[in-house]
């Protein structure tokens, strides 16, 4: 069966600090990947998503960037967090979206 | 572009009693609509889903249908839970580009008083 894994579960990062967060899927090949941001009181913001390795779509202009250097491996980056990266990330795969996305336990980034 | 707009929270109501949240889209084409639910500290997980106009997805007393005419996907459980309390979340699948995204209502968080 699929698997997703996200890790950390929680991270408090120094503003100006880089990040690194990464996504693994088990069990299935080449899956659609992504990355959403929840901020708090807010909904989910797609930030990037990917249909194979090493292409990366961003959906907003920001701070972050997104790799996938594996087929099943997605990683979100920043050189320099700011305040406003701060909020809940999570990973998602899916074979095809008219059917589902299986998301990870998701990230809770506090900048500081 | 396509959006979902889902009923402003928080909800708060008694175990036992009847529970809608409205949820509209706006799309282009035929999406798929999806109601997702996030227990606290959680990822989200599929909760229904319908692929086509007059479907009803139901999964653990939830149900949704969808109706074209009036661009809906309204979620309703007849008696909830204390476990039902959880942030409900509306969403669309549309291709764009050749690539298919998810895009999400804001959430509605419900609480569930015993």
């Known amino acids: 069966s699929q698997t997703i894994h996200q890790w950390p579960a929680t991270l408090v990062q120094p503003v100006g600090s880089p990040l690194s967060l990464e996504c693994t899927v088990e069990?299935?090949?080449?899956?659609?990947l992504y990355w959403y941001r929840q901020a708090a009181g807010r909904g989910l913001q797609l930030l990037f998503y990917?249909?194979?390795?090493?292409?990366i779509s961003s959906e907003v202009p920001q701070n972050l960037s997104a790799s996938r250097p594996q087929d099943r491996q997605f990683i979100l980056s920043s050189k320099k967090l700011l305040l406003s990266d701060s909020g809940f990330y999570l990973c998602a795969w899916s074979p095809d979206l008219r059917t589902e996305a299986f998301f990870g336990q998701g990230t809770r980034l506090t900048v500081v | 572009g396509d959006s979902v707009t889902q009923m402003e929270g928080p909800v708060t109501l008694s175990e036992e009693a009847f529970l809608t949240i409205n949820c509209t889209y706006t799309a282009t084409g035929y999406p798929s609509l999806f109601w997702y639910v996030q227990y606290p500290g959680e990822g989200l997980q599929l909760l229904l889903k319908?692929?086509?106009?007059?479907d009803k997805g139901s999964n653990k007393g939830f149900e949704a249908t969808y109706r074209k005419e009036t661009t809906s996907f309204h979620l309703e459980k007849g008696s909830v839970q204390v476990s039902d309390s959880a942030v409900y979340f509306c969403a669309l699948s549309a291709s764009y580009g050749g690539a298919q995204k998810l895009v999400f209502g804001q959430g509605t968080r419900l609480t569930i008083n015993p």
């Open positions: 069990g299935t090949s080449n899956p659609n």
């Open positions: 319908a692929t086509k106009a007059d």
């Open positions: 990917s249909v194979g390795i090493g292409q």
